[in-house]
């Protein structure tokens, strides 16, 4: 018949054995937290750099704000130049109908000199 009984020495494998885990899963958990600590402390610099970043550029809100602003000034400047431009061609035609007038009166007054 088998003693099933736990030997001293069988119980003092099995304490080592248990033992060997128990470390082993200390290491496994200083890795795992170490592993950890690296990840966060990347992310933390992840997140340090895109709030430089983004630092750098204006919001969304503020382009569209400047765009539209923009946009108007360009079509007041445009306005302004179309009725500068109609002027200067209103004024152009005027000077061409009174320099062409004088050229008529210029020409009838020789006319009328040549035929007296």
Known sequence: MEDHSLSAVHLEH???VMEERSDAYSRALRLQAEEYE???SELNHEA????ERDRLFIPRETFEVFEAD???WRYTVNQALATVSGRD????LAWSFGLGGVALLAGLSGLYAALK
């Open 14 to 16: 099995r304490l080592t």
């Open 38 to 40: 690296r990840r966060l």
């Open 48 to 51: 340090r750099r895109m709030a």
């Open 70 to 72: 923009l946009r108007n």
């Open 89 to 92: 061609k209103g004024l152009a």
